[in-house]
């Protein structure tokens, strides 16, 4: 029910927050807490931003050609690419670009979050941010994955959890929504980005800064 309906959905937004836990080599687990806002219109279009205590960024997609502002860097990149969010997050992907979240926002979501599963449990009710969800744990052979589904008729996902299983202490992925609104109750978004006249324009690898950790330090 809820990849049906956020499928359906043509035009949606909606605030995030997501934490990323990393391991040191002395095996302590820190986690990088980022928030930020996303607008969808299907099937084309996409205007992310996420704010940390490492990156600064804009992320627009028009269709045609996708724009990541580094705005603490002072730098942007440019890579054209017809096509469908379908089409950015497998290209994205096939770049080695991690986005965790993104295949909430697939055209083939179900197929994607079931693909591999092993076993599916429903573990309960449950109340993420005071809202009445539905919470569901499932596992593959690499990842475990837990999500709750805000009851009624907005089966939204409210939060999303992903356990890297075979790593060492298990570090978690976990995205929170908020906010969320869809068809007329969404805001008129733009999809371009205003570049600042000093930035400076490089290749998206350059943009290393854009990713919700730090640098390892040299």
Wanted: charge should be negative; include cysteine; aromatic fraction near 8%.
């Amino acid at each position: 029910a809820m990849s049906d309906f956020l499928v359906a959905q043509k035009s949606i937004s909606f605030n995030y927050q997501s934490s990323l836990e990393a391991v040191t080599p002395d095996f302590e687990k820190l986690q990088f807490v980022s928030s930020g806002t996303a607008n969808i219109t299907r099937p084309d279009k996409l205007r992310v931003t996420r704010t940390g205590g490492f990156a600064d960024i804009d992320v627009s997609f028009d269709g045609s050609t996708l724009t990541v502002h580094g705005k603490n860097l002072d730098a942007y990149a440019k890579v054209d690419g017809k096509g469908s969010l379908d089409d950015l997050i497998d290209r994205l992907a096939d770049a080695g670009v991690e986005a965790p979240g993104a295949d909430l926002l697939s055209s083939h979501v179900y197929d994607i979050l079931m693909s591999d599963v092993t076993e599916a449990k429903h573990i309960s009710s449950a109340f993420v941010d005071g809202v009445e969800c539905e919470y569901l744990a499932f596992r593959t052979p690499e990842l475990d994955w837990q999500i709750w589904i805000q009851t009624g008729s907005q089966p939204i996902p409210r939060r999303y959890v992903i356990t890297s299983k075979h790593v060492v202490q298990a570090p978690q992925y976990t995205l929170e929504i908020s906010n969320f609104k869809s068809g007329a109750d969404v805001a008129a978004t733009s999809y371009n980005i205003d570049i600042p006249a000093n930035a400076k324009t490089v290749d998206l690898s350059e943009l290393q800064s854009i990713d919700e950790l730090p640098a390892p330090a040299v």
